[in-house]
């Protein structure tokens, strides 16, 4: 009895095991590096689809990274299948098609050794990374650079052109002495290297005269001749960090069906401000491969389904110098000024309300068309315009806000908003425009001119909302009737009636006959600047 017990314990947890090593493959197979996969060695963090550990700690060989230890006792990352050491990985960012690894790449020296017979030349191997499904190639960000007198070096293993410099230090080579100019001949040249993505490239060294130590090497870095060092410090160092590309590969069966939830960057411009991840899609070198980034006000992995997390854009310097930052979704933030609790009084002239107005209307006509992609606030009310001491104004709560693709409403399923300020053909069509913006805010100018509230039970039932309210008034010609007492007193009927009939045309039910909120912006500075008071 005791022996089969044992036996079915054994077998239970033989089950274990695997399911939860299955499961653990499958976190890697859909774009979840394991917790426990090492993140950092020697000081360089380690970003997934690179990894240190086992199989399902990366994505495959050619991301797979070997924590080596030192005689010094400390420990540095090597790409294992190009065997190099590694100084930084980086991931996309939007800024370039590819993510980057820096590595050390070899020095190519002549004549630098003391105690060795002249003209003995240190080749190092050519940089090489290829092979069947390698993501890396060597960006066009480098340079071959070459450093000392009477050197000339070329790039080898390059079939389409021959590339190369020569450097001399004859100072009436180049006509004059260079100082602060990038290396151009005089101590020290540098060249582009190929356009075309390479994958191996060497470095050869030929002497056109002179005496000395000489190297050559690619790199990123730019270097002049006040700025680059003696030939026998690169030799000492032996390397030189040189930028490599890399992309995701996407070749297996595993990522066709998208399990990291991207989208396509090219139709970026169709998406909200809620879009977290963007890809590229591409083919190199035998594998179609997948750049993908986190987009402005995202940040994270975004090879990690869910990688791309909100950023605290309040975290930038700088943000809301004044007031308190109030972060939202995406790459947007709001400053808003400690609320000031007001009595209407005679101080809450039409002076002071136009101005409250030109600057809302100004702030919802730079969003609707000076932005780099139009903006709709879709809850626009007076409960979201927030006031300092000095009654400026702030629109604030973007929490329904879309942005949009020129020429393009935005059709939704869910109609969003505040009754009593919403555009009623939005409410009946779920197509929200820049002109359903221009509606709600037609709402608030009738709420500054009357004092009346958006929805009141007070009011007759066809009255009970203010826009409704305030439309019978204009075709019964009695808007002066509603206007606030307060107002009337101090401010003559025509600036009051422009406001009243540009409100009017705001509220109009179709559309197309509402002006667009930067109409309204001229129109309402136009009015206040006419303005004038009765004295007190």
């Known amino acids: 009895m005791k022996t089969k017990t044992y036996n079915f314990i054994c077998i239970l947890a033989s089950a274990l095991t695997l399911l939860i090593n299955g499961s653990s493959a499958a976190t890697s197979q859909n774009g979840n590096s394991p917790t426990s996969c090492n993140k950092t060695c020697g000081g360089v963090s380690i970003p997934f689809p690179f990894g240190i550990g086992g199989k399902d700690c990366y994505l495959n060989n050619w991301y797979e990274v070997v924590c080596n230890a030192t005689t010094s006792r400390t420990t540095v990352p090597f790409l294992s299948r190009i065997n190099t050491e590694v100084v930084n990985i980086s991931l996309p ?89 990038i290396c151009d001949g005089y101590k020290c040249c540098q060249t582009r290297i190929p356009l075309d993505r390479p994958q191996v490239i060497g470095v050869d060294i030929d002497p056109t005269g002179g005496e000395g130590c000489r190297v050559a090497f690619l790199n990123d870095k730019r270097y002049s001749p006040s700025n680059v060092t003696a030939p026998e410090q690169f030799h000492a160092g032996g390397y030189a960090e040189v930028e490599l590309g890399w ?95 007001t009595k209407p009084g005679k101080s809450f002239l039409l002076g002071v309300r136009l101005g409250i107005a030109v600057e809302i209307a100004g702030a919802l006509a730079y969003m609707h068309s000076a932005s780099s992609f139009p903006i709709y606030h879709r809850d626009i009310k007076t409960t979201n315009i927030l006031l300092d001491e000095k009654y400026r104004a702030k ?108 409100a009017g045309r705001c509220l109009s039910r179709k559309g197309r006959k509402r002006p667009n909120m930067r109409e309204v912006s001229i129109e309402l500075e136009k009015i206040r600047s006419k303005t004038t008071f009765h004295k007190q």
């Open 93 to 181: 960012d939007g800024d370039k098609p590819y993510g980057v690894v820096l590595i050390k790449g070899p020095v190519t020296s002549l004549d630098c050794s003391s105690n060795t017979s002249q003209g003995l030349k240190k080749s190092r191997p050519d940089l090489n990374v290829t092979g069947k499904g390698s993501p890396y190639f060597i960006t066009d960000n480098n340079r071959l650079v070459a450093v000392g007198c009477g050197t000339k070096a070329l790039m080898t293993g390059i079939d389409s052109e021959i590339l190369g410099c020569e450097s001399s230090c004859i100072e009436s080579k180049s006509g004059q002495q260079v100082t602060d100019s």
């Open 395 to 502: 629109v604030s709560d973007f929490g329904t806000s879309r942005s949009v693709t020129v020429d393009q409403t935005h059709l939704t399923t869910l109609v969003a908003g505040t009754f009593g300020y919403m555009d009623p053909e939005y409410f009946l069509s779920s197509q929200y425009t820049d002109k359903s913006d221009v509606y709600s805010f037609g709402v608030v100018l009738v709420e500054l001119i009357t004092g009346e509230k958006p929805l009141s039970r007070v009011r007759s039932e066809e009255g009970k909302s203010l826009a409704t309210y305030f439309i019978e008034a204009m075709k019964e010609n009695r808007v002066v009737d509603i206007i606030d007492d307060r107002i009337k007193e101090e401010s003559k009927l025509d600036q009051v009636m422009a406001v009243a009939e540009l």
């Open 247 to 341: 992309y995701f590969d996407t070749s297996d069966s595993q990522f066709r069906n998208n399990p990291l939830g991207c989208r396509n960057w090219t139709h970026y411009g169709s998406y909200d401000s809620d879009t977290r991840c963007l890809c590229e899609y591409g083919y190199f070198n035998e594998m179609s491969y997948r750049n993908c980034y986190c987009p402005i006000g995202f940040t994270g992995n975004p090879y990690l389904r869910g990688g791309c997390v909100e950023a605290d854009m309040c975290k930038e310097p700088g943000v809301c110098k004044e007031g308190i930052c109030e972060n939202m979704r995406g790459s947007m933030y709001t400053c808003k000024p400690k609320p000031v609790i």
